[in-house]
Protein backbone atom coordinates (compact mmCIF):
# COMPACT_ATOMS: atom_id res chain seq x y z
CA UNK A 1 0.00 0.00 0.00
CA UNK A 2 2.47 2.45 0.97
CA UNK A 3 4.41 1.78 -2.23
CA UNK A 4 1.22 2.65 -3.99
CA UNK A 5 1.15 6.19 -1.82
CA UNK A 6 4.22 6.43 -3.10
CA UNK A 7 3.71 6.27 -6.87
CA UNK A 8 0.68 8.44 -6.18
CA UNK A 9 2.78 11.25 -4.74
CA UNK A 10 5.68 10.56 -7.25
CA UNK A 11 2.80 10.97 -9.85
CA UNK A 12 1.75 14.28 -8.45
CA UNK A 13 5.09 15.66 -8.48
CA UNK A 14 5.20 15.09 -11.95
CA UNK A 15 1.39 16.41 -12.68
CA UNK A 16 2.58 19.88 -11.22
CA UNK A 17 5.96 19.77 -13.49
CA UNK A 18 3.80 19.32 -16.16
CA UNK A 19 1.19 21.30 -14.89
CA UNK A 20 3.52 23.93 -16.67
CA UNK A 21 3.25 22.59 -19.84
CA UNK A 22 -0.90 22.23 -19.87
CA UNK A 23 -0.88 26.31 -18.70
CA UNK A 24 1.12 27.31 -21.36
CA UNK A 25 -0.92 24.79 -24.26
CA UNK A 26 -4.61 26.59 -22.12
CA UNK A 27 -3.39 30.40 -23.20
CA UNK A 28 -3.17 29.36 -26.89
CA UNK A 29 -5.90 26.21 -26.56
CA UNK A 30 -8.35 28.50 -24.82
CA UNK A 31 -7.42 31.73 -24.34
CA UNK A 32 -6.22 32.35 -27.91
CA UNK A 33 -8.49 29.23 -29.98
CA UNK A 34 -5.11 28.44 -31.30
CA UNK A 35 -4.26 25.20 -32.35
CA UNK A 36 -0.65 25.32 -31.54
CA UNK A 37 0.91 22.27 -32.01
CA UNK A 38 4.43 24.19 -31.73
CA UNK A 39 3.82 22.71 -28.09
CA UNK A 40 5.65 18.60 -29.08
CA UNK A 41 8.88 20.98 -30.16
CA UNK A 42 9.04 23.42 -27.87
CA UNK A 43 9.16 21.19 -25.08
CA UNK A 44 11.72 18.90 -26.14
CA UNK A 45 13.56 22.31 -26.78
CA UNK A 46 13.59 22.98 -23.10
CA UNK A 47 15.07 20.07 -22.04
CA UNK A 48 17.65 20.13 -24.88
CA UNK A 49 18.88 23.66 -23.95
CA UNK A 50 18.60 22.59 -20.09
CA UNK A 51 20.76 19.32 -20.85
CA UNK A 52 23.72 21.42 -22.96
CA UNK A 53 23.67 24.09 -20.34
CA UNK A 54 24.06 21.94 -17.43
CA UNK A 55 26.30 19.51 -18.47
CA UNK A 56 28.72 22.68 -19.66
CA UNK A 57 28.66 23.86 -15.94
CA UNK A 58 26.21 26.18 -16.01
CA UNK A 59 23.65 26.92 -12.90
CA UNK A 60 20.03 25.13 -13.37
CA UNK A 61 18.56 28.53 -13.19
CA UNK A 62 20.32 29.59 -16.36
CA UNK A 63 19.43 27.09 -17.85
CA UNK A 64 15.73 27.19 -17.06
CA UNK A 65 16.04 30.83 -18.27
CA UNK A 66 17.73 29.94 -21.75
CA UNK A 67 14.77 26.95 -21.52
CA UNK A 68 12.42 29.76 -21.55
CA UNK A 69 14.22 32.23 -23.98
CA UNK A 70 14.44 29.02 -26.82
CA UNK A 71 10.36 27.93 -25.99
CA UNK A 72 9.17 31.58 -26.50
CA UNK A 73 12.12 32.03 -29.68
CA UNK A 74 10.08 28.87 -31.07
CA UNK A 75 6.43 30.40 -30.49
CA UNK A 76 7.31 33.50 -32.50
CA UNK A 77 8.33 31.61 -35.57
CA UNK A 78 4.81 29.97 -35.27
CA UNK A 79 3.34 33.59 -34.57
CA UNK A 80 4.99 34.85 -37.70
CA UNK A 81 4.15 31.95 -39.82
CA UNK A 82 0.22 32.29 -39.10
CA UNK A 83 0.73 36.44 -38.66
CA UNK A 84 2.71 37.61 -41.10
CA UNK A 85 3.39 35.13 -44.22
CA UNK A 86 -0.91 34.16 -43.12
CA UNK A 87 -0.02 30.11 -42.88
CA UNK A 88 -3.55 28.51 -41.39
CA UNK A 89 -2.51 28.30 -37.11
CA UNK A 90 -2.29 24.45 -37.30
CA UNK A 91 -0.17 24.21 -40.22
CA UNK A 92 2.23 26.87 -39.15
CA UNK A 93 2.69 25.09 -35.32
CA UNK A 94 3.24 21.77 -37.40
CA UNK A 95 6.24 23.60 -40.04
CA UNK A 96 7.68 24.90 -36.23
CA UNK A 97 6.97 21.49 -34.42
CA UNK A 98 9.01 19.42 -37.85
CA UNK A 99 11.98 22.25 -37.70
CA UNK A 100 12.27 22.00 -34.00
CA UNK A 101 13.19 18.14 -34.24
CA UNK A 102 16.22 19.11 -36.24
CA UNK A 103 17.16 22.07 -33.86
CA UNK A 104 16.82 20.15 -30.86
CA UNK A 105 19.39 17.57 -32.49
CA UNK A 106 21.45 20.41 -33.63
CA UNK A 107 21.14 21.95 -29.97
CA UNK A 108 22.46 18.20 -28.20
CA UNK A 109 24.51 17.25 -30.88
CA UNK A 110 23.45 13.57 -30.33
CA UNK A 111 19.31 12.23 -29.78
CA UNK A 112 19.71 12.13 -25.51
CA UNK A 113 21.99 14.14 -22.87
CA UNK A 114 22.24 12.15 -19.83
CA UNK A 115 22.21 14.52 -16.39
CA UNK A 116 22.69 12.27 -14.06
CA UNK A 117 25.30 13.30 -11.20
CA UNK A 118 24.41 16.71 -12.70
CA UNK A 119 23.83 19.47 -10.53
CA UNK A 120 20.47 20.48 -11.26
CA UNK A 121 17.57 21.83 -9.06
CA UNK A 122 16.89 18.68 -7.85
CA UNK A 123 19.68 17.46 -7.13
CA UNK A 124 20.01 20.81 -4.99
CA UNK A 125 16.90 19.69 -3.05
CA UNK A 126 17.94 16.20 -2.60
CA UNK A 127 21.31 17.18 -1.30
CA UNK A 128 19.51 19.44 1.29
CA UNK A 129 17.78 16.08 2.20
CA UNK A 130 14.12 16.22 0.99
CA UNK A 131 13.82 12.72 -0.62
CA UNK A 132 13.41 12.14 -4.52
CA UNK A 133 9.62 12.37 -4.44
CA UNK A 134 9.65 15.32 -2.18
CA UNK A 135 11.78 17.12 -4.62
CA UNK A 136 9.50 17.11 -6.88
CA UNK A 137 7.16 18.03 -5.12
CA UNK A 138 8.31 20.89 -3.82
CA UNK A 139 9.51 22.27 -7.38
CA UNK A 140 6.40 21.35 -9.00
CA UNK A 141 3.85 22.87 -6.41
CA UNK A 142 6.84 26.13 -6.40
CA UNK A 143 6.57 26.04 -10.42
CA UNK A 144 2.92 25.47 -10.75
CA UNK A 145 1.86 27.81 -8.25
CA UNK A 146 4.27 30.98 -9.57
CA UNK A 147 3.21 30.51 -12.78
CA UNK A 148 -0.89 30.35 -11.91
CA UNK A 149 -0.39 33.71 -9.45
CA UNK A 150 2.00 35.28 -12.54
CA UNK A 151 -0.62 33.99 -15.81
CA UNK A 152 -3.35 35.53 -13.28
CA UNK A 153 -2.01 38.84 -13.16
CA UNK A 154 -0.59 39.37 -16.37
CA UNK A 155 -3.61 38.40 -18.34
CA UNK A 156 -5.86 40.47 -15.96
CA UNK A 157 -3.14 43.67 -17.52
CA UNK A 158 -4.32 45.77 -20.51
CA UNK A 159 -2.07 43.75 -22.92
CA UNK A 160 -3.36 40.62 -21.24
CA UNK A 161 -7.24 41.46 -21.46
CA UNK A 162 -6.99 42.04 -24.84
CA UNK A 163 -5.23 38.22 -25.59
CA UNK A 164 -7.85 37.04 -23.65
CA UNK A 165 -10.60 39.21 -26.15
CA UNK A 166 -8.41 38.15 -29.22
CA UNK A 167 -9.17 34.24 -28.54
CA UNK A 168 -12.97 35.70 -28.41
CA UNK A 169 -14.21 37.81 -30.78
CA UNK A 170 -10.45 39.23 -32.80
CA UNK A 171 -13.11 41.57 -34.90
CA UNK A 172 -13.75 43.47 -31.93
CA UNK A 173 -10.04 43.65 -30.50
CA UNK A 174 -9.43 45.50 -33.79
CA UNK A 175 -12.19 47.58 -33.54
CA UNK A 176 -11.20 48.72 -30.24
CA UNK A 177 -7.70 49.52 -31.61
CA UNK A 178 -5.51 46.62 -30.72
CA UNK A 179 -3.21 45.01 -33.21
CA UNK A 180 -4.80 41.04 -33.43
CA UNK A 181 -1.21 40.28 -35.19
CA UNK A 182 0.77 41.16 -31.80
CA UNK A 183 -1.70 39.89 -29.45
CA UNK A 184 -1.88 36.30 -31.39
CA UNK A 185 1.65 36.60 -31.16
CA UNK A 186 2.67 37.43 -27.41
CA UNK A 187 0.14 34.47 -26.60
CA UNK A 188 1.96 32.41 -28.72
CA UNK A 189 5.28 33.26 -27.17
CA UNK A 190 4.41 33.28 -23.46
CA UNK A 191 2.75 29.39 -24.10
CA UNK A 192 5.88 27.97 -25.68
CA UNK A 193 8.16 29.74 -22.98
CA UNK A 194 5.59 28.33 -20.27
CA UNK A 195 6.06 24.68 -22.59
CA UNK A 196 9.85 24.98 -22.86
CA UNK A 197 10.00 25.97 -18.48
CA UNK A 198 7.76 22.56 -18.11
CA UNK A 199 10.32 20.73 -20.20
CA UNK A 200 13.41 22.12 -18.66
CA UNK A 201 11.77 20.93 -15.28
CA UNK A 202 11.03 17.37 -16.55
CA UNK A 203 14.29 17.08 -18.19
CA UNK A 204 15.92 17.47 -14.84
CA UNK A 205 13.57 16.06 -12.62
CA UNK A 206 13.99 13.02 -15.01
CA UNK A 207 17.21 13.16 -15.03
CA UNK A 208 18.14 13.22 -18.99
CA UNK A 209 16.84 15.41 -22.07
CA UNK A 210 15.74 13.53 -25.15
CA UNK A 211 14.62 14.63 -28.65
CA UNK A 212 11.62 12.92 -28.34
CA UNK A 213 10.69 13.70 -25.10
CA UNK A 214 7.97 15.82 -26.10
CA UNK A 215 6.57 13.45 -28.44
CA UNK A 216 2.27 13.70 -27.34
CA UNK A 217 2.61 16.94 -25.18
CA UNK A 218 -0.09 18.98 -27.11
CA UNK A 219 -2.62 15.68 -26.07
CA UNK A 220 -1.31 15.49 -22.33
CA UNK A 221 -1.81 19.20 -22.07
CA UNK A 222 -5.37 19.02 -23.53
CA UNK A 223 -6.67 16.25 -21.19
CA UNK A 224 -5.52 18.13 -18.26
CA UNK A 225 -7.37 21.19 -19.81
CA UNK A 226 -10.35 19.16 -19.76
CA UNK A 227 -9.87 16.87 -16.95
CA UNK A 228 -9.85 20.40 -15.26
CA UNK A 229 -12.54 22.08 -17.18
CA UNK A 230 -15.10 18.69 -15.98
CA UNK A 231 -13.98 18.59 -12.42
CA UNK A 232 -13.54 22.39 -11.54
CA UNK A 233 -16.34 23.90 -13.67
CA UNK A 234 -15.81 27.53 -12.30
CA UNK A 235 -16.63 30.44 -13.66
CA UNK A 236 -13.68 32.87 -12.02
CA UNK A 237 -10.44 32.92 -13.94
CA UNK A 238 -8.24 31.82 -10.87
CA UNK A 239 -10.17 28.61 -10.49
CA UNK A 240 -9.67 27.79 -14.56
CA UNK A 241 -6.35 28.44 -13.71
CA UNK A 242 -5.97 25.97 -10.75
CA UNK A 243 -8.12 23.59 -12.42
CA UNK A 244 -5.78 22.93 -15.58
CA UNK A 245 -3.08 22.80 -12.89
CA UNK A 246 -5.35 20.11 -10.97
CA UNK A 247 -6.46 18.12 -14.07
CA UNK A 248 -2.27 17.94 -14.87
CA UNK A 249 -1.85 16.04 -11.72
CA UNK A 250 -5.22 13.65 -11.89
CA UNK A 251 -4.03 12.90 -15.37
CA UNK A 252 -1.03 11.65 -13.97
CA UNK A 253 -2.18 9.90 -10.68
CA UNK A 254 -5.09 8.21 -13.56
CA UNK A 255 -2.01 7.18 -15.34
CA UNK A 256 -0.17 5.89 -12.68
CA UNK A 257 -3.54 3.15 -11.66
CA UNK A 258 -3.88 2.62 -14.95
CA UNK A 259 -0.38 1.34 -15.03
CA UNK A 260 -1.02 -1.00 -12.25
CA UNK A 261 -3.44 -2.96 -14.62
CA UNK A 262 -1.65 -6.40 -15.78
CA UNK A 263 -0.85 -6.52 -18.71
CA UNK A 264 -0.91 -2.34 -19.49
CA UNK A 265 2.60 -1.50 -20.63
CA UNK A 266 3.93 1.78 -20.82
CA UNK A 267 4.01 1.97 -24.20
CA UNK A 268 -0.02 1.35 -24.09
CA UNK A 269 -0.36 5.06 -22.57
CA UNK A 270 -0.41 7.16 -25.78
CA UNK A 271 -3.33 5.04 -27.05
CA UNK A 272 -5.18 5.27 -23.69
CA UNK A 273 -4.71 9.35 -23.67
CA UNK A 274 -5.95 9.77 -27.08
CA UNK A 275 -9.33 7.65 -26.79
CA UNK A 276 -9.36 9.47 -23.37
CA UNK A 277 -9.05 13.03 -25.03
CA UNK A 278 -11.31 12.18 -27.79
CA UNK A 279 -14.19 10.74 -25.14
CA UNK A 280 -13.56 14.59 -23.13
CA UNK A 281 -14.17 16.35 -26.32
CA UNK A 282 -16.68 14.57 -27.77
CA UNK A 283 -18.55 14.84 -24.38
CA UNK A 284 -19.84 18.45 -24.92
CA UNK A 285 -21.69 17.94 -28.12
CA UNK A 286 -23.74 14.48 -26.30
CA UNK A 287 -24.71 16.76 -23.70
CA UNK A 288 -25.85 19.01 -25.45
CA UNK A 289 -27.83 16.91 -27.36
CA UNK A 290 -29.14 14.95 -24.41
CA UNK A 291 -30.46 18.52 -23.27
CA UNK A 292 -32.18 19.46 -26.64
CA UNK A 293 -33.84 15.57 -26.95
CA UNK A 294 -35.16 16.35 -23.41
CA UNK A 295 -36.46 19.30 -23.82
CA UNK A 296 -38.22 18.04 -26.95
CA UNK A 297 -39.40 15.36 -24.89
CA UNK A 298 -40.76 17.97 -22.58
CA UNK A 299 -42.66 20.10 -24.80
CA UNK A 300 -44.00 17.01 -25.96
CA UNK A 301 -45.25 15.61 -22.83
CA UNK A 302 -47.04 19.33 -22.50
CA UNK B 1 -14.71 66.22 -41.36
CA UNK B 2 -15.07 63.33 -42.61
CA UNK B 3 -14.58 63.47 -46.76
CA UNK B 4 -14.86 60.71 -49.06
CA UNK B 5 -13.07 61.62 -52.07
CA UNK B 6 -14.07 59.35 -55.72
CA UNK B 7 -14.09 56.06 -53.33
CA UNK B 8 -13.94 52.65 -55.60
CA UNK B 9 -13.89 49.51 -54.23
CA UNK B 10 -13.93 46.86 -56.40
CA UNK B 11 -14.33 42.55 -55.47
CA UNK B 12 -12.76 39.89 -57.32
CA UNK B 13 -10.24 41.76 -60.02
CA UNK B 14 -10.00 40.26 -63.07
CA UNK B 15 -11.85 37.42 -62.02
CA UNK B 16 -15.38 36.54 -63.40
CA UNK B 17 -16.71 36.97 -60.09
CA UNK B 18 -15.73 41.00 -60.20
CA UNK B 19 -18.27 42.92 -58.85
CA UNK B 20 -18.26 46.86 -58.63
CA UNK B 21 -19.39 47.12 -55.33
CA UNK B 22 -18.26 51.66 -54.64
CA UNK B 23 -18.02 53.33 -58.14
CA UNK B 24 -16.61 57.19 -57.06
CA UNK B 25 -18.27 57.65 -53.97
CA UNK B 26 -18.03 61.64 -52.81
CA UNK B 27 -19.34 62.04 -49.41
CA UNK B 28 -18.74 65.05 -46.72
CA UNK B 29 -19.73 64.16 -43.23
CA UNK B 30 -19.79 67.75 -40.91
CA UNK B 31 -19.07 67.67 -37.53
CA UNK B 32 -22.56 67.22 -35.67
CA UNK B 33 -24.11 65.40 -38.54
CA UNK B 34 -26.62 62.05 -38.02
CA UNK B 35 -26.31 60.56 -40.94
CA UNK B 36 -28.61 57.50 -42.62
CA UNK B 37 -27.28 55.25 -45.47
CA UNK B 38 -30.16 53.50 -46.92
CA UNK B 39 -30.08 51.21 -49.94
CA UNK B 40 -30.88 47.71 -51.11
CA UNK B 41 -28.58 44.52 -50.83
CA UNK B 42 -25.95 44.73 -52.74
CA UNK B 43 -26.18 49.09 -53.07
CA UNK B 44 -22.63 48.94 -51.28
CA UNK B 45 -23.82 50.24 -47.20
CA UNK B 46 -21.89 47.74 -45.81
CA UNK B 47 -18.56 47.98 -48.03
CA UNK B 48 -18.95 51.97 -47.36
CA UNK B 49 -18.92 51.33 -43.62
CA UNK B 50 -15.78 49.04 -43.92
CA UNK B 51 -13.72 51.30 -46.24
CA UNK B 52 -13.89 54.29 -44.05
CA UNK B 53 -13.56 51.73 -40.51
CA UNK B 54 -10.63 50.10 -42.56
CA UNK B 55 -11.66 46.49 -42.92
CA UNK B 56 -11.06 46.77 -46.92
CA UNK B 57 -8.59 49.41 -48.89
CA UNK B 58 -10.22 51.06 -51.02
CA UNK B 59 -8.79 50.42 -54.68
CA UNK B 60 -9.04 54.50 -55.88
CA UNK B 61 -9.87 57.71 -54.34
CA UNK B 62 -9.55 59.29 -50.87
CA UNK B 63 -10.36 59.18 -47.24
CA UNK B 64 -9.72 62.01 -45.18
CA UNK B 65 -10.94 62.74 -41.67
CA UNK B 66 -9.92 66.37 -40.75
CA UNK B 67 -7.02 67.21 -42.37
CA UNK B 68 -5.26 63.48 -41.74
CA UNK B 69 -5.48 60.90 -44.72
CA UNK B 70 -6.79 58.06 -43.35
CA UNK B 71 -7.28 55.65 -46.91
CA UNK B 72 -4.35 53.30 -45.98
CA UNK B 73 -4.39 53.81 -42.28
CA UNK B 74 -4.39 49.75 -40.95
CA UNK B 75 -7.95 49.01 -39.39
CA UNK B 76 -6.69 49.38 -35.79
CA UNK B 77 -5.14 52.37 -35.85
CA UNK B 78 -8.43 54.12 -36.89
CA UNK B 79 -9.97 52.70 -33.96
CA UNK B 80 -9.05 56.01 -32.33
CA UNK B 81 -11.37 57.36 -34.10
CA UNK B 82 -14.50 55.59 -34.62
CA UNK B 83 -16.66 53.55 -32.97
CA UNK B 84 -18.28 50.75 -34.53
CA UNK B 85 -21.00 48.91 -33.57
CA UNK B 86 -21.88 45.77 -35.91
CA UNK B 87 -25.11 44.25 -37.35
CA UNK B 88 -24.63 40.93 -35.06
CA UNK B 89 -24.83 41.52 -31.52
CA UNK B 90 -22.17 38.76 -30.92
CA UNK B 91 -19.54 40.84 -32.90
CA UNK B 92 -19.15 43.78 -30.32
CA UNK B 93 -18.25 42.17 -27.21
CA UNK B 94 -16.25 39.46 -25.49
CA UNK B 95 -18.52 36.79 -24.94
CA UNK B 96 -17.00 35.02 -21.95
CA UNK B 97 -15.34 38.05 -20.23
CA UNK B 98 -17.24 40.40 -17.71
CA UNK B 99 -19.30 43.38 -18.60
CA UNK B 100 -16.57 45.89 -16.76
CA UNK B 101 -13.74 43.89 -18.50
CA UNK B 102 -15.23 44.75 -21.52
CA UNK B 103 -15.56 47.79 -20.57
CA UNK B 104 -11.99 48.28 -19.55
CA UNK B 105 -10.97 47.43 -22.96
CA UNK B 106 -13.13 50.14 -24.87
CA UNK B 107 -11.85 52.75 -22.12
CA UNK B 108 -8.57 51.68 -23.76
CA UNK B 109 -9.96 52.28 -26.89
CA UNK B 110 -7.11 53.57 -29.28
CA UNK B 111 -4.57 54.13 -26.54
CA UNK B 112 -1.78 51.96 -25.67
CA UNK B 113 -2.38 48.98 -23.86
CA UNK B 114 0.19 47.88 -21.21
CA UNK B 115 0.90 46.41 -17.93
CA UNK B 116 -1.66 47.75 -15.74
CA UNK B 117 -4.69 45.90 -14.49
CA UNK B 118 -7.41 46.32 -17.32
CA UNK B 119 -9.91 46.53 -14.16
CA UNK B 120 -9.46 49.90 -12.41
CA UNK B 121 -12.13 49.81 -9.71
CA UNK B 122 -11.68 53.83 -9.74
CA UNK B 123 -13.17 53.47 -13.17
CA UNK B 124 -16.62 51.62 -11.87
CA UNK B 125 -18.77 54.36 -10.63
CA UNK B 126 -18.25 55.39 -14.85
CA UNK B 127 -19.15 52.61 -15.74
CA UNK B 128 -22.38 52.14 -13.62
CA UNK B 129 -23.36 55.54 -14.68
CA UNK B 130 -22.65 54.86 -18.37
CA UNK B 131 -24.88 51.65 -18.49
CA UNK B 132 -27.43 53.46 -16.05
CA UNK B 133 -27.97 55.26 -19.32
CA UNK B 134 -29.09 52.66 -21.17
CA UNK B 135 -32.31 51.85 -18.26
CA UNK B 136 -31.37 47.63 -19.17
CA UNK B 137 -31.07 47.52 -15.36
CA UNK B 138 -27.03 46.55 -16.35
CA UNK B 139 -25.43 48.62 -13.58
CA UNK B 140 -26.53 46.41 -11.45
CA UNK B 141 -24.64 43.31 -13.58
CA UNK B 142 -21.33 44.74 -14.16
CA UNK B 143 -19.31 41.35 -13.27
CA UNK B 144 -21.96 39.39 -15.39
CA UNK B 145 -20.27 37.75 -17.91
CA UNK B 146 -21.90 39.21 -21.07
CA UNK B 147 -22.39 35.62 -22.85
CA UNK B 148 -25.41 35.91 -20.33
CA UNK B 149 -26.83 38.94 -21.76
CA UNK B 150 -29.39 38.95 -24.36
CA UNK B 151 -28.95 39.88 -28.14
CA UNK B 152 -30.46 43.78 -27.17
CA UNK B 153 -28.58 44.08 -24.14
CA UNK B 154 -25.13 42.47 -25.90
CA UNK B 155 -26.02 45.48 -28.73
CA UNK B 156 -26.88 48.38 -26.04
CA UNK B 157 -23.84 47.29 -24.17
CA UNK B 158 -21.88 47.57 -27.52
CA UNK B 159 -23.21 51.08 -28.42
CA UNK B 160 -21.77 51.99 -24.74
CA UNK B 161 -18.70 50.71 -25.70
CA UNK B 162 -18.43 52.35 -29.30
CA UNK B 163 -18.67 56.07 -27.43
CA UNK B 164 -16.95 55.39 -23.87
CA UNK B 165 -13.99 57.18 -25.66
CA UNK B 166 -15.81 59.44 -27.39
CA UNK B 167 -14.92 59.03 -30.97
CA UNK B 168 -15.17 61.21 -34.06
CA UNK B 169 -17.66 59.37 -36.03
CA UNK B 170 -19.82 56.66 -34.75
CA UNK B 171 -20.16 53.76 -37.22
CA UNK B 172 -23.86 52.25 -37.17
CA UNK B 173 -24.06 48.76 -39.68
CA UNK B 174 -27.34 48.07 -39.48
CA UNK B 175 -27.02 47.69 -35.68
CA UNK B 176 -30.60 47.18 -35.01
CA UNK B 177 -31.10 44.39 -38.26
CA UNK B 178 -31.05 41.63 -36.27
CA UNK B 179 -33.11 42.48 -33.36
CA UNK B 180 -36.91 41.46 -32.83
CA UNK B 181 -38.78 44.82 -33.49
CA UNK B 182 -39.84 45.63 -29.43
CA UNK B 183 -35.48 45.29 -28.90
CA UNK B 184 -35.02 47.16 -32.02
CA UNK B 185 -37.28 49.70 -31.16
CA UNK B 186 -35.08 50.20 -28.01
CA UNK B 187 -31.78 50.38 -28.98
CA UNK B 188 -32.42 52.69 -31.26
CA UNK B 189 -33.80 54.83 -28.44
CA UNK B 190 -30.69 54.22 -27.01
CA UNK B 191 -28.82 55.34 -30.00
CA UNK B 192 -30.34 58.49 -30.36
CA UNK B 193 -30.04 59.55 -26.60
CA UNK B 194 -25.96 58.43 -26.37
CA UNK B 195 -25.94 60.47 -29.80
CA UNK B 196 -27.85 63.71 -28.79
CA UNK B 197 -25.83 63.41 -24.89
CA UNK B 198 -22.95 62.91 -26.08
CA UNK B 199 -23.49 65.36 -29.98
CA UNK B 200 -21.90 62.68 -31.72
CA UNK B 201 -21.11 62.65 -35.60
CA UNK B 202 -23.03 59.83 -36.71
CA UNK B 203 -23.30 57.64 -39.90
CA UNK B 204 -26.45 54.53 -39.67
CA UNK B 205 -26.34 51.97 -42.48
CA UNK B 206 -30.08 50.69 -42.32
CA UNK B 207 -32.43 48.77 -44.56
CA UNK B 208 -35.18 50.08 -42.98
CA UNK B 209 -36.46 53.18 -44.46
CA UNK B 210 -38.40 54.30 -41.31
CA UNK B 211 -35.61 54.61 -39.37
CA UNK B 212 -34.01 55.96 -42.28
CA UNK B 213 -36.86 58.87 -42.27
CA UNK B 214 -36.99 58.89 -38.61
CA UNK B 215 -33.67 59.58 -37.68
CA UNK B 216 -30.45 61.95 -37.99
CA UNK B 217 -30.49 65.00 -39.87
CA UNK B 218 -29.22 63.61 -43.28
CA UNK B 219 -30.20 60.76 -45.49
CA UNK B 220 -28.09 59.54 -48.04
CA UNK B 221 -29.62 56.34 -50.40
CA UNK B 222 -26.96 54.58 -52.13
CA UNK B 223 -27.68 52.33 -55.34
CA UNK B 224 -25.02 50.30 -57.22
CA UNK B 225 -22.45 51.58 -55.72
CA UNK B 226 -23.67 55.15 -56.21
CA UNK B 227 -24.95 58.01 -54.13
CA UNK B 228 -28.31 58.66 -55.95
CA UNK B 229 -29.86 61.45 -53.27
CA UNK B 230 -28.67 63.29 -50.72
CA UNK B 231 -31.33 65.27 -48.82
CA UNK B 232 -30.91 66.94 -45.32
CA UNK B 233 -32.41 69.20 -42.82
CA UNK B 234 -35.71 70.47 -43.47
CA UNK B 235 -36.34 68.54 -46.91
CA UNK B 236 -35.13 65.59 -45.49
CA UNK B 237 -37.57 66.04 -42.57
CA UNK B 238 -40.45 66.27 -45.06
CA UNK B 239 -39.23 62.42 -46.76
CA UNK B 240 -41.90 59.82 -46.96
CA UNK B 241 -41.69 56.30 -47.27
CA UNK B 242 -43.31 57.01 -50.93
CA UNK B 243 -40.58 59.56 -51.98
CA UNK B 244 -37.92 57.25 -51.31
CA UNK B 245 -39.50 54.05 -52.71
CA UNK B 246 -40.20 56.41 -56.04
CA UNK B 247 -37.00 57.34 -55.80
CA UNK B 248 -35.78 53.31 -55.88
CA UNK B 249 -37.65 52.59 -58.15
CA UNK B 250 -36.22 55.34 -60.73
CA UNK B 251 -33.08 54.24 -60.22
CA UNK B 252 -33.79 50.01 -60.65
CA UNK B 253 -36.24 51.67 -63.53
CA UNK B 254 -32.92 53.14 -64.82
CA UNK B 255 -30.76 50.36 -64.58
CA UNK B 256 -33.59 48.10 -65.72
CA UNK B 257 -33.41 49.89 -68.84
CA UNK B 258 -29.53 50.29 -69.44
CA UNK B 259 -29.94 46.44 -69.26
CA UNK B 260 -32.91 46.48 -72.03
CA UNK B 261 -30.28 48.45 -73.87
CA UNK B 262 -27.84 45.97 -73.12
CA UNK B 263 -29.60 42.70 -74.43
CA UNK B 264 -30.39 45.14 -77.31
Redesign the interface.
Request: charged letters at 15%; glycine letters at 14%; proline letters at 0%.
Given at each position: MSGLLNSIAAATAQGLLWAVMALGLYITYRLLSFSDLTVDGSFATGGAITAVVITSGGSPLLAMGLASIGGILAGFVTGFLNTRMRIPALLSSILTQIALYTINLRIMGKPNIPLLNQRTLFSILQDLGLGRVGTGLVNGLVAATLVVVAMYW?F???????I??TG??P??????????QTTTLIGLMLANGLVALSGSLVSQQQGFADVGMGLGAIVIGLASIIIGEVLLPS?TFWMRLVGVAAGSVIYRIVITLVLEIPGIKSYDLRLFTAIIVALALWLPQVSATWRQRRARKGQDNA | MLKLIGVRKTFEIGTLDQTHVLCGIDLTIEAGDFVSVIGGNGAGKSTLLNVISGVFEPDAGQILLGDLDITRMPEYKRAAFFGRVFQDPAQGTAADMEISENLAMASMRGKRRGLRQNLKKSQYPMFRERLAMLDLGLEDRLHQRVRHLSGGQRQALTLLMATLVEPQVLLLDEHTAALDPKTAVKVMEVTERLVSTLKLTTLMITHNMQQAIRYGNRLVMLNAGEIILDVRDEEKASLTVEDLLRQFSRAAGDEGVSDRLVLG
Open positions: FGSEIGAARANNAMVRELGANTT | -
